[in-house]
């Protein structure tokens, strides 16, 4: 008889936690959580793609003492499985943010946390040691934005993630037609102190994007002084050009996250996992290039190492995760996942992270 994986008799898979998720929620919260942008093609894209890849494996390969460890930014990780920063966790469960630390935490992994938590950022990292890394959205205040990166390095934060890909909202038709808003008592608690920009009148203004919303978002100039001036590392999410990947590591970026933000700001962007070789090949090794969008199985992680992503990030799995079973849940999806990356790299012959390869991936020429 084959044998198994210990954990093969678990019956949930990450689609089932999503199925579930999705009948709890009300309709506006899904709209909001599991909704994308637009006609959400790129949300739609991104688990298509990826699943789309074909595996070619090898047999017989020697694969004693294998493993899923990996070193990102001088930290020892146990497996590629990161947690992605996602707004308002509290909208799923009580106690929000915290239940999806300590969720993470029982995977050893690293949580991100979003600049719209909903819970203060000293609670969450007191709750446990994965939230290490702190997302930042630029606010219109160079002074303010790097208060907030002082703050969150005095409470122990590793690194900063800036968000690049959302100087506004996507088109949320889903949203819109449910009526999702924010309860009163949901609110992005970290930001309380950030300053609010003062324009001229709204009839002054032919446009409420170019004449105001412009005016603060974030320029290449701005990364630089922040790569600069950051107490702590900073890695730039939301890439997509291998141009703009070439200029983030020109302004000092120690990482990239290539991703479309699970298709939920600019629909119709490629999938992620076919927007990542040419981001890989830009860098050319010099800082780490993650991936996040549409990953659901062991296999998705595997095709995203192969195609030269150094790590994965989940969003939706996650929160599927935290709206059935608070941290149990969390940390479940995320077992599943590494147990299923361990299947996939013992059925395709790679021991060890470095040794899944493009070779694995099969190409009918
Ligand atoms: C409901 C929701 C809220 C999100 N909020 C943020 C956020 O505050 N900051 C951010 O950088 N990305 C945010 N993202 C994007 C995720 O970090 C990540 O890029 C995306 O979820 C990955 O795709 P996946 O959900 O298919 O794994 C959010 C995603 C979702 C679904």
Redesign the pocket.
């Known amino acids: 008889m084959t044998p198994k994986h210990p954990s093969s008799d678990l019956q949930p898979t990450v689609r089932d936690y999503e199925a579930r998720a999705k009948a709890i929620l009300s309709a506006d919260r899904v709209a ?5 942008a637009a006609d959400e093609r790129t ?1 739609e894209a ?2 298509r793609a990826i699943s789309e890849i074909e595996l070619i494996p090898r047999m017989l390969r020697d694969l004693r003492g294998g493993s899923t460890r990996l070193t990102l930014l001088g930290q020892h990780m146990p497996h590629p499985i990161l947690v ?5 966790q509290r909208l799923v469960h009580p106690d929000g943010e915290i239940a999806m630390a300590m969720g993470a935490g029982a995977q050893d992994t690293v949580m ?1 946390l ?4 909903s819970i203060d950022a000293a609670a969450v990292r007191a709750a446990s040691s994965a939230c290490t890394w702190f ?1 930042l ?1 630029w606010g219109p205040s160079r002074d303010a934005n790097l208060a907030l990166v002082q703050r969150m390095a005095g409470l122990g934060f590793s690194a900063i ?1 800036l ?1 690049v ?2 100087p506004v909202q996507g088109v949320r038709d889903s949203e819109a037609r449910t009526d999702f808003q924010l309860p009163p008592d949901i609110k992005a608690v970290n930001l309380a102190n950030v300053p609010v920009p003062q324009f001229a009148p709204l009839e002054q203004s032919e446009s409420i994007l170019f004449d105001r919303i412009a005016h603060i978002a974030p320029k290449w100039t701005d990364v630089e002084w922040l790569c600069r001036n950051s107490p702590l590392p900073v890695i730039l ?2 890439i997509v050009h291998p141009a703009d990947a070439l200029l983030a590591v020109e302004a000092g970026a120690a990482a990239i ?1 290539a ?6 700001i600019l629909d119709t962007v490629p999938a ?1 996992i076919r927007l990542l070789p040419a981001i890989v090949t830009a860098v050319n090794g010099s800082v780490p290039v993650l991936m ?5 199985r062991g296999t998705d992680v595997l095709k995203a190492l192969a195609l030269g992503a150094t790590a ?8 599927a995760g935290l709206t059935v079973a608070g941290p149990a849940g969390i940390s479940h999806v995320l077992r599943l996942l590494r147990d299923e990356l361990e299947i996939a790299m013992m059925l395709t012959g790679c021991a060890t992270l470095k040794e899944i390869t493009p070779g694995i991936l099969y190409r009918n020429e």
Not at 84 to 88: D, L, M, R, S, T
Not at 259 to 264: A, C, V, W
Not at 312 to 319: C, E, K, Y
């Open positions: 909001y959580f599991f909704g994308g949300l991104n688990q992605a920063p996602v707004a308002y991100v979003s600049a719209q938590s997302q959205y993630v968000t890909d959302a999410k939301g996250i991703s479309n933000h699970g298709g939920r992620s996040d969008g549409g990953v659901r994965v990030l989940v969003g939706r799995p996650a929160i």
